[in-house]
């Protein structure tokens, strides 16, 4: 509801955060589809926010990692996938090296180093 109360205005920007955090996973892949038909549509520039990588992977054509403390850009991103995307493309070996790599970006600024986990 509050993504098409945002739209109603017609906004050249949409700001996401967390917007599908509460939803069920099922719910979640479904409004993810949706929110890319409806850039599609409207060819808006979004800026998403996420924890998740696969959702981050999914609906964005940029990923930007940040740091922990303090936070600054660590990485930034382009992903090379298709437009027209399902959830089939999750599988997809490119998916799954994105996935991978922003996995290592991430687990660098969680996992000491030296503890070989």
Sequence with gaps: AALARALANDPRMLLLDEPFGVLDQQTRSL????????????????????????????????????????????????????????????????FVEMREQLTELIREEIVPQSSGM
């Design 31 to 94: 409004m993810q589809e949706h929110l890319l038909k409806v850039w599609e549509a409207s060819r808006k520039t979004v800026m998403f926010v996420t924890h998740d990588i696969e959702e981050a992977i999914f609906v964005g054509g940029r990923v930007v990692v940040m740091s922990a403390r303090p936070g600054r850009i660590k990485a930034d991103l382009t992903v090379d996938l298709p437009h027209l995307r399902t959830y089939k493309m999750k599988s997809a070996p490119e």
